[in-house]
């Protein structure tokens, strides 16, 4: 085994990144805070309400993009708010069921775009089982260590991951995008990735989705 190129001095800064990739950031526009609250006085009669239509959208959206039920959606809201220290109410469960059918909100699905996307793919390698690297440096590797693979493919233009799998170490890269025309909906414009996609068998399966999609010839690119 050859040395390693890169080695790992100040730790306390590679620990502290290591940390931050767990992190997760939530934030609402203070334009949706602000109109959280039905402020308008109706003509109409009955009970006026609580909360704007802006309201009512932004906790549908949340429970689309989370994939939550209507309880699950107001649990989540209610942590949030506590957490972030937002003094507003949250709309129950059949309020939102009430006023999703009254506004009529047509909230599509990630990832259900038909148009034809700029695909990115590439894998990464996963430690499932084994020793430490500083040990293995210092004292050998004592057993077999056990790796998986994710490959992933994103839209260049939304960001989303359109296509996720997760493999051992001994399925090839071209081997896990053989089945993207099936996995992915919309026809992919062009597919670009490393030299490991390099491959007859991508070329033949882009090939194939073309035909099936009957869209316009698709442009590979390998870096």
Not at 42 to 69: H, Q, W
Not at 75 to 87: N, Q, W
Not at 215 to 221: G, H, I, V
Request: glycine residues 8%; proline residues 2%.
């Amino acid at each position: 085994m050859g040395k390693d190129k890169y080695k790992v001095r100040n730790w306390q800064d590679y620990n502290r990144g290591l940390k931050k990739r767990g992190e997760i950031s939530l934030w609402l526009n203070k334009e949706v805070l602000a109109g959280w609250e039905d402020n308008e006085k109706g003509s109409n009669r009955g009970r006026p309400c609580v909360y704007s239509d802006l309201a009512i959208e932004t906790c549908l959206t949340i429970r689309k993009v989370f994939n939550l039920a209507l309880r699950q959606c107001e649990g989540f809201l209610v942590a949030l708010f506590r957490s972030l220290k937002i003094d507003l109410p949250v709309p129950d469960y059949t309020v939102l069921c009430r006023r999703a059918s009254q506004l009529r909100l047509n909230i599509k699905s990630l990832g259900t775009s038909s148009k034809p996307i700029d695909l990115i793919v590439d894998s990464t390698g996963l430690k499932v089982q084994g020793e430490g690297e500083w040990k293995v440096r210092k004292h050998g590797a004592a057993k077999h260590r056990t790796w998986m693979k994710l490959h992933l493919g994103l839209d260049a233009a939304s960001q989303q991951i359109m296509f996720s799998k997760l493999t051992t170490n001994a399925v090839t890269d071209e081997q896990a995008v053989e089945e993207l025309p099936t996995v992915i909906a919309g026809s992919i414009k062009s597919f670009t990735g490393d030299g490991a996609y390099d491959k007859t068998t991508v070329r033949k399966m882009l090939h194939t989705a073309d035909k099936t999609d009957h869209s316009s010839s698709k442009e590979c690119r390998y870096q």
